[in-house]
């Protein structure tokens, strides 16, 4: 599995409380459409290598299993077969999570995202959380991606643990979303005796993406590729060419709204942000709240440098704001 692009964790829309299919369902066809001008020594033209629906970002513990069913089978009609339709199907049951990784692949996805079980996290010891993952992998016909990120589980999964999944054929990478880029190089570390095209890191924390490429990740599930996907885009191929300072500069230059839309103001954040250039972001589902009017401010005056600055890298027309309908 090739997971050596931008992948976008897409957020999931209401109106009135419930999933809007409709809205979801623009805001994907805009993502799918886009592309952007390349930069020199890059491929010509760039674009996003595929969705991953019900993750974080799109509130996945607060949808039902049949908003999930729902929103997989809309983002298969409208994600090209040559890109890749991740599902978050992570559960605090062995059961529950084979039942949903099950679902997703049944509804066409390419491969399933699954963090690992939090509530009784210090009661599950290593082996049990390997027979975990390994149990979801055995009970699907696609490869299961490894979830870590802190912020929401309260630890992160071990790199020993992660090495050993490694060696599963069925697991086809992790993504690690914190800042903490060494890890990506302790798993990295010697070979994997894998089949096929390996075991690879995708980076899940878009403040320290290039940093995340130096150590040895293969690409990214980011957040902001929903509002810049032209400056994170562009980030992976001047790395890609080799153009160093170029990859510099634009982290540099993602790093304030990468911040802003995660971890200063979260879902709310990213889906403020998307109304702010035309998507339909709308409110996100209680309990969680959207931006105070100054929060909102300070969010609008940090995305339209972002704006700028995705302009100066790419030229006129290569910005999804650029798309928005008159």
């Not at 991953?52 to 994600?79: F, H, M, W």
């Not at 697991?171 to 890890?183: E, F, P, Q």
């Not at 990213?270 to 300070?298: F, Q, T």
């Amino acid at each position: 599995m090739d997971l050596s692009g931008i992948i976008i964790p897409v957020p999931t829309p209401f109106s009135n409380g419930n999933v809007d299919l409709g809205r979801f369902r623009g805001n994907l066809e805009r993502w799918m459409a886009w592309e952007g001008s390349s930069v020199p020594g890059g491929p010509e033209l760039l674009h996003l290598a595929g969705a991953l629906v019900a993750g974080s970002n799109g509130e996945a513990p607060l949808l039902k299993q049949s908003e999930i069913d729902a929103l997989t089978e809309e983002a298969r009609r409208l994600v090209p077969s040559e890109r890749l339709l991740l599902v978050g199907t992570g559960r605090e049951s062995t059961e529950e999570a084979v039942e949903a990784a099950q679902r997703a692949a049944e509804r066409g996805a390419d491969a399933v995202l699954v963090g690992a079980p939090i509530y009784f996290r210090q009661e599950i010891q290593p082996e049990a959380l390997v027979a975990h993952f390994a149990a979801i992998a055995a009970a699907i016909p696609i490869p299961i991606i490894i979830y870590s990120v802190q912020r929401f589980s309260g630890f992160e999964v071990p790199v020993p643990l992660v090495k050993r999944l490694a060696s599963n054929p069925a697991v086809a990478g992790l993504k690690d979303s914190s800042t903490n880029t060494s890890r990506i190089v302790e798993i990295m570390a010697g070979d994997h005796p894998v089949e096929g095209d390996g075991f690879r890191v995708m980076a899940g924390n878009a403040t320290v993406f290039y940093p995340a490429l130096a150590c040895g990740a293969a690409g990214g599930i980011l957040a902001v590729a929903c509002v810049v996907p032209g400056l994170v885009c562009a980030l992976l191929a001047a790395w890609a060419a080799n153009d160093q300072d170029a990859a510099r500069r634009i982290q540099k230059r993602l790093t304030p709204l990468a911040r802003a839309v995660t971890s200063e103001h979260g879902v709310a954040g990213l889906k403020c942000a998307l109304d702010m250039i035309g998507l339909y972001g709308g409110p996100a589902r209680k309990p969680l709240v959207g931006l105070g009017s100054k929060a909102r401010a300070e969010l609008e005056k940090i995305l339209q440098h972002a704006l700028w600055a995705e302009g100066e890298e790419l030229g006129a027309g290569s910005r999804l704001v650029d798309l928005r309908k008159p």
